[in-house]
DNA sequence: CGCCGAGTTGAACTGAATCAAGAAACGTGG
DNA sequence: CCACGTTTCTTGATTCAGTTCAACTCGGCG
């Protein structure tokens, strides 16, 4: 599994030579955990990074004891306390998962270690992140002038099945509203 | 200026080996530009990395026939089409200066030459975009659920003299909010 | 069965948008 | 250096999308 799984990223994002491939295999472990478990708690240190094999994750943060969700990650996202894995400060956010899930964690000792060893490995990690910096711009243009509702469409454009695992209050809260006012744009679509 | 300009990169960013120095200054050019000069138009493909050496850009698009800011580069910050230049799409952006500016311009392909050759700058490259995708974020979380007055507050706390180099119209939009808004925010302040 | 969390619906409220008008600042050419 | 038009900023009145608070429905499950 962890073989397959070191494939499937780098034929997602960048290929890496066979001598750096076995030594992330080392590296690299697979887990599972339940649905509900917390990778990352609020005011903790993480320095691991996830890859999602098989499940469903989301980081969240809370805002006025509200809980809102920052972003999501399926079967081959990545997924990590951005704040704390990149700038060595306890994490504003909490991280769990939405189903019993697989991951694959590195450290980011380790990843280090590599990008410092493995030219490959360290454009692996420039263009996972250029990913992630282009999907983020696309929310906020979203979340800048979009209504609530061209919000929500485009949020099931990318991902049409969220709605069946991600429970409604944890979208809402990732698209900048409240969990009623998603009900309703929901209602009003399926009136259409 | 072009060598002073990229040592000041390489401190800000990553170090370069001497050579892979030598050569990003055969690649690299400074230019100069008028204020209200559009650097890139929507539409265009845009191959072109900016670095701001002196002045200040700002990246727009058009939405309803409305110029919303998207992102706002002053001295020593980089400043692209970013869509056009990491997926080779036409540019839905326009960059335009705001100041009189002199910029660094380096083109996609010599990046990419620069990129593979060596691995310093495929390093520069990953730490750039990573530091680009944690300001993003940050201006999800504070789009997400912070008041306008908040994300005003928020601006000027990082950008200090914003207001003084930038319309107020490119700030409220790049906000999400609109002018007048911003115009009314501004004025209960100083009523305080 | 009754409880519990997740989602829905309703009514009142509010922050920000919109529309409209005017004031201030800015640059350009005479 | 002033007069002019243009752009930028402010202020007011009205409207509206989305929030808040509260009550209710539904399906699952001990």
């Given amino acids: 599994m962890l073989k397959e799984t070191i494939q499937i990223i780098t034929q997602t994002f ?6 750096c491939k076995k030594e992330l295999e080392q590296y690299a472990q697979i887990q ?3 649905k ?3 990778l990352v708690k609020e005011g903790q240190f993480s320095d691991k990074l996830f890859f999602i094999v098989e499940g469903c994750a989301r980081a969240y943060y809370l805002k006025d004891g509200k ?8 079967e081959h996202d990545f997924i990590c306390a951005i704040n704390s894995f990149f700038l ?19 450290s980011r000792e380790d990843m280090m270690t590599l990008s410092d060893k493995y030219h490959d490995f360290e454009r692996l990690g420039r263009i996972s992140t250029t ?17 609530s509702q061209q919000r929500y469409l485009n949020l099931i454009s990318i991902y049409p099945h969220i709605e069946l695992r991600v ?5 809402a809260s990732y698209l900048g509203i409240t969990q009623e006012t998603l009900s309703r744009i929901r209602a009003s679509r399926n009136r259409i």
């Fill in 88 to 106: 060595f400060i306890p994490s504003p956010h909490y991280i769990e998962l939405l189903e019993d899930s697989t991951l694959l964690v590195v």
């Fill in 36 to 38: 509900g478990h917390q």
């Fill in 167 to 171: 429970p409604l209050g944890d979208i």
């Fill in 32 to 34: 599972s955990f339940q």
């Fill in 131 to 147: 990913k992630t910096m282009l999907q983020l711009q696309q929310r906020v243009v979203s979340l800048q002038f979009e209504s």
């Fill in 67 to 74: 809980n809102i969700t920052d972003w999501f990650a399926f």
């Fill in 14 to 19: 960048s290929p890496l030579s066979d001598e």
